[in-house]
């Protein structure tokens, strides 16, 4: 029978996310949109309506309250919460979904507003009131984190006895022709790239300057060459732990010379500061200034062309003999707005947000507590993603590349 579900965030992550889970009628049956601002709601779901002809109900929520959050929940009764607005309301919307024996699924981990740091932690610790209440939490079910993680559970299920290495390379191969925008929020994606790199060598996270080890990257097929960044991202923080083989894991993401450039140019003058400033007698957050002011990611849907390629390098062992795989997806900007009205990277995030919520409500993935993509089984997950917009290619591990 299909089930509610109530999504929170209407940005550019929760256009494809209402649009996704009105594509799977047979699993979501009601579909309520909420976020800060109502009338973000409603253009979406006047756009699903327009292009499925669905209904979906809108809300008004701030999602930094828990009363107001937990009072929505009650009213509306969802089976499941999918939350798609930003990683400061993580641990609000946990404990909301506790009270209200709600499922819960987010596509980022948790960060405090007045650190440029995120982590799991602080959810997983969750792990045992979410039993007690007898419901599940997906955290990152987005492609990177998500996709990646599910990419490397099958890895290790049918292409590898031990991962020694894991190489995640997310590649956008897109441009929107803008000076200087980002493709998803633009406070979040800038407090990621500035941040100092980590990566995991030998038991430790190791930190290195932001930015400060680059490479060429030869994608397959038609994508191209780009330049790759090692950057720390929040899935090496579950992968290594439920992975303990794991050697060496490193994030690898592409700039383009024109988005460094403008980003140095913006760290100097302060302008991506998280601590607030004095201004004109009142207190301003930098960084939260420049957001206003740099274009809406939803924007850049009709702008995008070219691709992403996103995918995972895994090394190690099969039968005793080295062995290495690359599986990976790639993604049309132009084919992505053409289907629900978002670029690629919004599409990339939101597909597998419906996707694990599928899992859950499916039955294939659901047990109560805390997990990490990686801690089921990937197989539903793989057979299903291709039919919902990101099919996955194993590239022959004759080819994979040696350098990392
Ligand atoms: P946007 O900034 O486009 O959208 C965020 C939405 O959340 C906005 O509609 C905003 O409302 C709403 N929101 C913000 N604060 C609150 C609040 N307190 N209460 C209710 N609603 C609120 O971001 P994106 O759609 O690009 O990203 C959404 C999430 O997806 C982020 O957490 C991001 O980190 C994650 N992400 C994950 C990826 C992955 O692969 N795992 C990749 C890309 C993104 P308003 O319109 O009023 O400002």
Known sequence: MAKKVLIIGAGGVGHVVAHKCAQASETFGDIVLASRTESRCRLIADDVSRRLGRSIKTATVNADDEASLISLIEREQPDLLIHVALPYQDLVIMNACIKTRTHYLDTANFEPRDTAKFEYVPQWKLAGEFEKAGVMALLGSGFDPGVTNVYTAWAAKHCLDTIEYLDIVDVNGG??????????????????????????????????????????????????????????????????????????????????????????????????????????????????????????????????????????????????????????????????????????????????????????????????????????????????????????????????????
Not at 315 to 330: A, L, M, Q
């Open 175 to 404: 441009n929107h022709g803008q000076p200087f925008a980002t493709n998803f929020n633009p406070e979040i994606n800038i407090r990621e790239v500035t941040a100092p790199c980590r990566h995991w060598e030998d038991g430790a996270f190791v930190e290195t300057p932001a930015l400060s080890m680059h490479m060429p990257f030869e994608c397959p097929e038609d994508v191209g060459t780009y330049e790759i960044y090692r950057l720390y991202h929040e899935e090496m923080e579950s992968l290594v732990r439920n992975f303990p083989g794991i050697r060496r894991a490193q994030f690898w993401m592409s700039f383009s010379q024109n988005y460094l450039k403008h980003l140095e140019v913006l760290q100097n003058v302060g302008m991506t500061r998280i601590d607030p400033v004095s201004y004109n007698g009142m207190e301003i957050v930098p960084l939260q200034f420049l957001k206003a002011v740099l274009p809406e990611p939803s924007s850049l849907g009709p702008l995008t062309r070219g691709q992403t390629c996103i995918g995972i390098i895994a090394r190690g062992k099969r039968n005793g003999v080295d062995k290495s795989i690359y599986i990976y997806n790639i993604c049309s900007h132009e084919d992505a707005f053409s289907e629900v009205g978002s670029q690629a990277i919004s599409y990339t995030t939101g597909v597998p947000a419906m996707l694990g919520a599928k899992m859950m409500l499916d039955g294939k993935w659901m047990k109560p507590g805390v997990f990490n993509m990686e801690n089921f089984d990937p197989d539903p997950f793989m057979d299903e993603i291709g039919r919902f917009g990101l099919p996955w290619k194993l590239q022959d591990p004759a080819r994979v590349r040696d350098s990392f």
